[in-house]
């Protein structure tokens, strides 16, 4: 029997975990459904659908390696073609970015779901994660094709790529989910983050590998997403692990996903009415 | 039996004020993460929209909820579904809940009818192998079959809707929340909703209506309650509760009538030799909406220049007394007056009945016997009696058109009226004056 109330379904700790694992479970099929949709309707209106997810990440590659055969990026300090560097770099902040904004705007996006129907919250994170994967297949193979024709593909270390990956998709969703609530309520905090993301880009080691000044280089230490995609980028093109703090970071990053989808489940019922 | 839904003292509160809402539901999502209770004390701007609501429904009851726009109906269905959190008291709901708030709700206007019956069903929680086994069924009962390929964004209103109803009648919940949905599509599909929902009420399924139509109330469900302002006014058997509802409008229309601007007492008592004063004028006790509307062409023409007739008057009289309020079944005699300015020579006067909305109802006319059609000048007075007033309750409008052949001298509405119950339940406009006899009741 289902009980509703105007109890804090905080303190219920272990009941809400239960209904949250319970919900993750049952909602895989409705997930893929929700992202399914959004795939179809996305694609209703397009005759080269997928071309098109392919050829954003290619159309990238191409311009920095352009820019590298004329000279105009170079390599000081890095350890690999400043083409694949930065296609590297690039390619995973916007996955990390991807994984940020979409949760953001989920509840929104959904709010007919969210308003008229009892859809388990799990199943719009779920979504979310579906079409972050879906959308990382393309770059993810870009990035293998562009490291191989420069020569910088370490096969054993793009396995290990491969496998630390979803860490950076992780980080994304824990402070998507986390701010989701409130910018259902108020769309500042959408705004807010979309602002934040382009100079945290720029401040990050995305298109350069020190920043020559102490106070990024600290910054850049201690950010997670620093740490996750510094060593993304070693592990596939020279199978090294560059930066230290990679373990603490996906321990902090896992601990502040499940603080985030924990806010995210109680929190829904409360937006709900104001989606 | 199994108690299937149960509401207990249930309190839900919103802001009249836009940013005030947004203001409070961060207040609140920031009260619910520190594990705060929601507060049951209004805020400023706060009303409530569900005043302290109790009832129990047991597995295979059916309820229905009726009440004006805004007595807390749909939040209190809402509520029910788990979309939103009570402010105060609880909910306790036995089995798997269908609401049908908004038909077709996440359909996706770019995805064909196959696509989205999949997608609305995958939100009940079935699976792909489950749905498989009514999608048949669903799309039969739609009657969709050459379309379920095509994007529900080519549908008209009515397949949508069609669809949707489909949808969420098949996925086989145990509690079903129907809310205000039934006037959708044509009277043949209405039908065969109203049959579905009682094939659906057999099998045993628990569910609550939401309607304004008293009509399907009482046929639908066995016991209703009446919402007014959040809170319970009337909860038993569905035909006393939406008598009294009835009574509670038929009051309200009548109180309005009480204050329209000339301060004039609906329904006064006066002796009856007053009968012979002076007829009151025409359209002195008309609400501003009335006389918006006729101005908007509600009621067709209107010509009100008093350039050839002039103090136009008409008052009803129930027996002795002149009433604004006619009881149902009562009989009834009009009485009005004018003059013309100039002498006409082919003079008609038609009382035209229209209910409130503009549904045109009856006319009574000079044409017929051609009481006035000689030459006429100076005062009218004519007196009109009907034997049987047998419109059903509601509120009511009366234009008078004054003609010379076929040319308007004037066209106005001359009375705004109420019909109240005489205490037999009534559907749609007419209540004929019937004698039932039930010849026999013999036992099979």
């Not at chain 2, 509802?245 to 009480?258: A, H, S």
């Not at chain 2, 025409?282 to 220049?305: F, N």
């Not at chain 2, 002498?343 to 209910?355: K, Q």
């Not at chain 2, 076929?406 to 019909?419: P, T």
Request: hydrophobic fraction near 45%; aromatic fraction near 10%.
């Amino acid at each position: 029997m289902k009980i509703y109330t105007a109890e804090a379904e905080v303190l219920q700790f272990r009941h809400v975990w239960t209904e949250m694992i319970r919900g993750i479970i049952h909602s895989r099929y409705l997930a893929y459904r929700l992202f399914l949709k959004d795939l179809r309707a996305e694609y209703s209106r397009l005759k080269f659908s997928l071309v098109w997810d392919f050829l954003e990440p290619l159309m990238l590659a191409l311009v920095f390696i352009a820019l590298m055969r004329s000279g105009v990026v170079s390599d000081r300090g890095i350890a690999m073609p400043p083409a694949v560097f930065i296609t590297f770099g690039v390619l995973l902040w916007m996955t990390f970015s991807e994984a940020v904004t979409m949760p953001l705007g989920v509840v929104g996006k959904s709010r007919h779901l969210v308003t008229q129907t009892s859809i388990v919250p799990e199943a719009l994170i779920l979504s979310v994660v579906w079409r972050v994967a879906f959308n990382s297949i393309f770059r993810i193979a870009i990035l293998a094709i562009v490291a191989a024709a420069l020569g910088s593909l370490s096969p054993v270390g793009f396995l290990k790529f491969l496998l630390l990956f979803p860490a950076i998709v992780l980080l994304g969703l824990a402070l998507g989910i986390l701010l989701a609530p409130f910018n259902t309520i108020y769309n500042d905090i959408g705004r807010f983050v979309n602002i934040l993301l382009r100079p945290l880009m720029y401040a990050s080691p995305v298109l350069y590998a020190r920043s020559m000044h102490p106070l990024l280089d600290t910054f850049n230490a201690c950010s997670p997403v620093s740490i996750v995609l510094v060593n993304l980028r070693s592990l596939a093109t020279r199978n090294v692990l560059e930066q230290p703090g990679l373990l603490a970071s996906c321990v902090g990053m896992s601990l502040l996903f499940l603080v985030g989808w924990f806010i995210f489940h109680v929190s829904i019922p409360v937006v709900a009415e104001r989606a | 039996m199994k108690p299937a839904l149960i509401v207990e003292n249930v309190y839900k509160k919103y802001s009249r004020n836009a940013h005030a809402h947004l203001d409070y539901g961060i207040r609140d999502l920031f009260n619910t993460l520190m594990g705060h209770r929601q507060r049951l004390a209004l805020r400023a701007d706060e009303f409530y929209a569900v005043e302290n609501v109790s009832f129990q429904l047991d597995q295979g009851d059916s309820l229905g909820l009726i009440g004006r726009n805004g007595s807390g109906k749909t939040t209190l269905l809402r509520m029910c579904n788990g979309l939103i959190k009570p402010d105060g008291g609880r909910i306790m709901v036995d089995g798997r809940v269908q609401a049908l708030i908004a038909l077709g709700a996440g359909f996706n206007p770019k995805l064909s009818g196959r696509e989205n019956i999949y997608n609305a069903a995958a939100v009940m929680g079935m699976n792909s192998r489950q749905t498989r086994a009514i999608f048949d069924e669903i799309v039969q009962f739609s009657e969709l079959e050459e379309f379920i390929d095509s994007p529900i964004g080519t549908y008209s209103s009515g397949m949508y809707a069609r669809l949707g109803f489909s949808v969420s009648v098949h996925l086989q919940p145990d509690v079903l929340l129907i809310d205000e949905i039934l006037s959708v599509g044509d009277h043949a599909f209405q039908n065969k909703c109203f049959r579905k929902l009682h094939q659906i009420k057999k099998q045993g399924v628990t569910f609550v209506l939401v309607s304004h139509s008293q009509t399907h109330i009482v046929q639908m469900c066995e016991r209703a309650i009446w919402l007014h302002q959040g809170r319970l006014m009337q909860l038993g058997p569905s035909t006393e509760v939406v008598q009294a509802y009835l009574d509670f409008l038929d009051q309200e229309n009548l109180e309005r009538l009480r204050e329209q601007p000339d301060g004039a007492e609906a329904a006064p008592s006066r002796p009856k030799e007053e009968k012979r004063q002076p007829i009151p004028p025409a359209g002195a006790r008309i609400s501003e909406a009335t006389r918006k509307a006729a101005a908007d062409g509600l009621y067709h023409a209107v010509y009100d220049e008093q350039d050839r007739v002039e103090d136009v008057r008409l008052e009803f009289y129930a027996g002795d007394s002149p009433v604004d309020v006619v009881t149902m079944h009562q009989r009834l005699t009009i009485r009005y007056s004018f003059r013309l300015r100039q002498p006409v020579t082919d003079l008609n006067v038609s009382l035209v009945f229209y209910r409130a909305d503009g549904l045109q109802l009856s006319t009574i006319s000079t044409l017929n016997g051609h009481l006035l059609r000689d030459f006429h000048e100076g005062q009218i007075e004519c007196e009109v009696e009907i034997e049987d007033f047998c419109l059903v309750p509601g509120t009511y409008v009366l234009m008078m058109p004054i003609h010379e052949g076929q040319s308007y001298l004037y066209r106005n509405v001359v009375k705004e009226f109420v019909v109240r119950s005489n205490g037999r339940l009534s559907w749609a406009v007419l209540d004929f004056p019937y004698r039932y006899r039930v010849l026999s009741k013999t036992p099979r």
